[in-house]
Each structure stands twice: as structure tokens, then as C-alpha cells.
């Protein structure tokens, strides 16, 4: 009875690094989101995916950050010569299917960019 | 402004008070809206969920919405060292993407 999970749960990287956050969502849930929460903050959306199909990337802060699910199950968010700002924790969250509103919330990956 | 506005807190209460937490929307198109609990260093988890106005309870636990005012709560009866956590409101817009509140601290002291 797996729930989602995530991968590191712990990076610390050096500004400029490029770093790859992985998420495991549960087996069979269709859709996948990632958020970001800051420190103090609630989470905020950064994109969606229906099975492989990334459907809206809306919130994706800038170009550096890019999000795949290629076979529609594993999704890696990728963030490309970190900056300062970008330390937060990431949250990935899956649900069954897209009329599906809850959404199974990942421990989420803390990144620290020093 | 942000599409949902909550009071971050932090909340200090004795155990067996009842608590109320609030938040305000600006989208009057929202339909859904979610409670959730996140314990430190943990994922959110669902709490509570309705649609559209009126109330719901479980356990120690009601919603209320009222959407002629944008306005939604968390009620929590008889509160425990438990509860202690960050509760985070929350509005479904579109795909079912989250729009959440920056989240309450709540801590219930024994």
C-alpha cells in the first residue's frame, strides 16, 4: 500500500548545479502535479501531467525548470544551473484520475541551494 | 492579492479548546475546497473536502462554506496535542491544479 513517493529527500546544491528531483506517484493514478512551497508558505503549483501529456507547465517559475513523465507513471522535475531562490521544498502529488479531487501529497524533496 | 488568503499564525491553544481557522478567496467561480494537515517536515494530507457552499463534519472536524462571502473554515472540536500541525485551505482551479493558502501553525498544548 505504497503512497507517493520522492527522491532525494535531501539535496543540497551548489549555485549553478543542475539537479533532478524524482517522484513515484501511486501505481495506476493518471494524474500528477508538482508544487513548490517556500519556507512559511503554502504550496504552489508548478505543472500538471494526464499519463505522459504535460498538460499545463503554467507555473513553472522560468526555462531553467523542466518536468517529464515519459511512460506516464515516474516523473522527474529537473532544475537547470540552480539559483539561490529555488530552495524550497518540492511536493509531488498524484490522483486517480483527472475528476478525482483529492490529491495524495509525496513527503516532498527539500532543496537547499547554497 | 493572492487568490486565497489565511491568516498564517501561529495559533497557540490549550488542549480541548475548540479551534477556528479561516481563509478568504477572491474566485467566485471556485467550486471545490479543501482542508489540509501538514505535520513537520511531511506532505500535505487531505482533511476535509466540499463543494460549493455548506457544511460537513467528521469526527472533531466540520467545514464551512460560505461562498456569497468567499469565506471558509475549519472547526476543530475538543482539540488535541495531535492537532498540532499546519493546516493549509485550499481551492481546486482547472485540472484540479491547488491554490492554497500560505497555512495556519497550530499548536494545542497539553
Known amino acids: 500500500g505504497a503512497g507517493v513517493s520522492q527522491s532525494p529527500r535531501y539535496k543540497v546544491a551548489k549555485r549553478g548545479q543542475d539537479v533532478a528531483l524524482r517522484c513515484d506517484p501511486i501505481?495506476?493514478?493518471?494524474?500528477l502535479f508538482w508544487y513548490q512551497q517556500a519556507l512559511g508558505q503554502g504550496p504552489e503549483f508548478l505543472t500538471y501531467?494526464?499519463?505522459?501529456?504535460?498538460?499545463?507547465k503554467s507555473g513553472l517559475p522560468s526555462d531553467r525548470f523542466f518536468a517529464e513523465r515519459p511512460e506516464g507513471s515516474v516523473s522527474t522535475l529537473k532544475i537547470q544551473r540552480t539559483q539561490q531562490e529555488d530552495s524550497a521544498v518540492y511536493l509531488c502529488?498524484?490522483?486517480?484520475?483527472?475528476?478525482?479531487?483529492?490529491?495524495?501529497f509525496g513527503p516532498g524533496t527539500r532543496l537547499l541551494v547554497l | 492579492q493572492k487568490e486565497v488568503e489565511q491568516d498564517p499564525g501561529p495559533l497557540s491553544v490549550p488542549e480541548g479548546a475548540i479551534v477556528s481557522l479561516n481563509c478568504t478567496y477572491s474566485?467566485?467561480?471556485?467550486?471545490?475546497f479543501m482542508w489540509y494537515r501538514q505535520y513537520s517536515r511531511k506532505g500535505p494530507e487531505l482533511l476535509m473536502y466540499?463543494?460549493?457552499?455548506g457544511n460537513k463534519e467528521d469526527g472533531r472536524f466540520t467545514a464551512q462554506v460560505d461562498k456569497s462571502s468567499k469565506y471558509i473554515s475549519l472547526f476543530i472540536r475538543d482539540s488535541q496535542p495531535s492537532d498540532s500541525a499546519t493546516y493549509l485551505c485550499?481551492?481546486?482551479?482547472?485540472?484540479?491544479?491547488?491554490?492554497f493558502g500560505a497555512g495556519t501553525r497550530l499548536a494545542v498544548h497539553p
Open positions: 502529488a498524484s490522483s486517480r484520475n483527472i475528476a478525482q479531487e483529492t490529491q495524495y
Open positions: 501505481s495506476g493514478h493518471v494524474s
Open positions: 501531467f494526464q499519463n505522459e501529456a504535460q498538460l499545463d
Open positions: 474566485n467566485s467561480a471556485f467550486q471545490y
Open positions: 466540499t463543494y460549493s457552499s
Open positions: 485550499a481551492t481546486s482551479g482547472g485540472y484540479n491544479k491547488l491554490i
